[in-house]
């Protein structure tokens, strides 16, 4: 299904169904399996438009808007002006930004009583919310919303990690590069992968066998998607013989 969003094309794949099988399966009702399913779907559209809308007010031009079953991604590229430094951690930081702000601004109206006494008994905190008390007792306005404060909060936050494939490991090669030059990349790159394989061994403890699959899978394509940076030729010393390029040293592709 495609639409626009604020001037941005999203594609919603056939895939993004596959949450409905899991959540049909999970103890909720086929109520709340649907307010869940929304609830994420909303979530990954926030986050997403949060990338595009800092890519489009830093001047680069979003392609697209892709969400599928394992969330969502923004297409974009840069428009003449490099959009490298700090404005690629902006770009990859402003997804989960935009889910925590909206996650947190929901949950203090939630504590506020805005949801009324029950919202405010069921939503404790934003990571510990009743949804099986609010699925129980039919409170659907307050599971949709302690959903969605859950989904945004928590992803947003895990997105922020140094897994290779999330966020938080675009935010580390930004400042690695900063820093490091060129090698940043690879660097953060590999130590995308060390925090991968690290969080796939502590979900797999934890019987989350899928999530450490996961963790694995994107922290491994990050890590395989490594391009070696163009460098130009190093200009030789006025007199002395050009050296014979090394096989290695060029740059594939
Ligand atoms: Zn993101």
New binding site residues.
């Given amino acids: 299904m495609r639409f626009r969003l604020f001037g941005f094309p999203v594609h919603l794949h056939f895939s993004f169904l596959l949450i409905l099988v899991f959540l049909f399966d999970s103890a909720y009702s086929r109520e709340a399996a649907l307010l869940w399913a929304a609830a994420i779907l909303i979530s990954v559209i926030l ?2 438009l949060g ?1 595009a809308a800092t890519v489009r007010r830093l001047g680069g031009r979003v392609e697209g808007i892709t969400i599928h079953g394992l969330g969502g991604a923004t297409y974009w590229r840069e428009m003449g002006n490099s959009l490298d430094g700090w404005k690629l951690f902006a770009i990859a930081a402003s ?2 930004g935009v889910g925590l702000f909206a996650g947190l601004g929901l949950y203090w109206y939630a504590r506020m009583g805005g949801l009324g006494r029950f919202g405010q008994l069921a939503i404790e905190s934003p990571w510990t919310i009743n949804l099986r008390a609010a699925d129980f007792y039919d409170q659907y306005l307050v599971f949709f919303v302690g959903a969605f404060i859950w989904v945004s909060v928590v992803w947003g936050l895990v ?1 922020w990690l140094p897994i290779g494939g999330l ?1 938080g490991s675009k935010m580390l090669r930004a400042v690695m590069i900063r820093f490091l030059g060129p090698s940043g990349d690879l660097h953060s790159r590999i130590i995308g992968m060390l925090f991968g394989i690290a969080v796939a061994y502590w979900a797999w403890q934890r019987g989350f066998r899928i999530a450490a699959v996961l963790a694995l899978v994107f922290s491994g394509a990050d890590l395989v998607s490594y391009r070696r940076p163009i460098l130009p030729p190093p200009v030789p010393p006025s007199g002395a013989p050009p050296r014979p390029m090394n096989p290695e040293d060029r740059a594939e592709e």
């Fill in positions: 986050h997403e990338h997804g989960s997105n966020d």
